[in-house]
């Protein structure tokens, strides 16, 4: 029983023997196998590879695919025109040489992302420092992160980092915000301006539509109360045309008619009032009689109010 036990021990231990020694490699990945601390060997193939066991050997992992870096300082910095600009960027970078990074930089990304940002940052306020605020914006910008990527990877190469730029680029350039407040200011400024412009203009054209308007209205009533009259005066003409051509055809009618007239117009108002004596006046002779006047006899002309 003691022999098994000690059998299945001995096989235990050397199964945790041969694993220590084996280490595998992702192709996404550097391996680097240090002796007592210092770097013993780099793997850069992928796969299954071997090892002594702790603590003689040891093995750690350092990332070979291509890395970003995002600026994430706000300081501004100075163009040629001395103008106060924050710059926002990013660099494309990656580890070529993982001995040299090690030994340059630390065991990590991050190490090399705090150095190498410090860098960029540099070169790019040496490459700002100039050109001016229309060069970075439009006309030159392109040769900027050239020149700051060119720069960059000058340093690092010099420095013996073990890095490769790849890519520089600027994403935004904005003024900082003490003067973009002053900038939008005088934008707010320079848009109430012209809107108050706008709006004077705006006045100015109604006010000479609407006399327009007003001036054509009178002038359209002007030629419809000339056009009434003038077929009121045809309309009174043919009126009066007639009038004569019946009363001349029977005067006695026409004395009856006028008669008639005269008693409509002296009772118009309801407040009219006349003071009339049935036996001493002709006024009323006419509703007297048969409803006709008798031959011979002509309506006397009514009496004055």
Excluded at 90 to 98: E, L
Aim: net charge positive; aromatic share 8%; no cysteine.
């Amino acid at each position: 029983m003691n022999k098994i036990g000690f059998i299945v021990t001995g096989v235990l231990v050397a199964l945790a023997l041969l694993s220590s020694t084996l280490f595998v490699v992702d192709q996404r990945q550097f391996g680097v196998v240090y002796a007592l601390g210092q770097i013993k060997d780099v793997i850069t193939e992928p796969g299954l590879h071997f090892k002594l066991p702790p603590p003689f050997q040891n093995v750690s992992y350092i990332d070979k695919r291509l890395l970003s870096l995002d600026s994430n300082d706000t300081e501004p910095m100075l163009t040629a025109e001395k103008q106060r600009l924050v710059i926002d960027w990013f660099v494309r970078w990656r580890i070529i040489n993982p001995s040299q990074y090690i030994r340059a930089v630390g065991l990590n990304e991050a190490a090399g992302a705090a150095q190498l940002s410090r860098e960029v940052r540099d070169a790019f306020q040496q490459e700002i420092s100039k050109r001016t605020v229309r060069e970075l914006l439009s006309t030159r910008r392109d040769q900027l992160m050239n020149d700051v990527r060119q720069s960059v990877q000058q340093e690092v190469k010099a420095r013996n980092w073990g890095i490769e730029i790849v890519d520089v680029r600027m994403t935004r350039a904005d003024y900082s915000e003490s003067i973009t407040e002053s900038v939008y200011r005088r934008m707010q400024a320079e848009r109430q301006r012209v809107a108050n412009e706008l709006r004077s203009t705006g006045a100015a054209e109604g006010e000479k539509i609407r006399a327009d308007a007003d001036r054509q209205r009178e002038v359209t009533l002007a030629n419809a109360y000339r056009d009434a009259q003038k077929v009121r005066g045809e309309g009174d003409a043919q009126a009066a045309a007639a009038y004569a051509d019946a009363f001349g055809r029977d005067p006695q009618f026409a004395q009856f008619y006028r008669s008639l007239e005269a008693y409509r117009a002296s009772f118009n108002k309801k407040g009219d009032v006349m003071v009339l004596d049935p036996d001493g006046t002709e006024f009323f002779r006419t509703y007297r009689g048969a409803g006709s006047l008798a031959p011979g006899i002509t309506p006397s002309q009514p009496p004055r109010r």
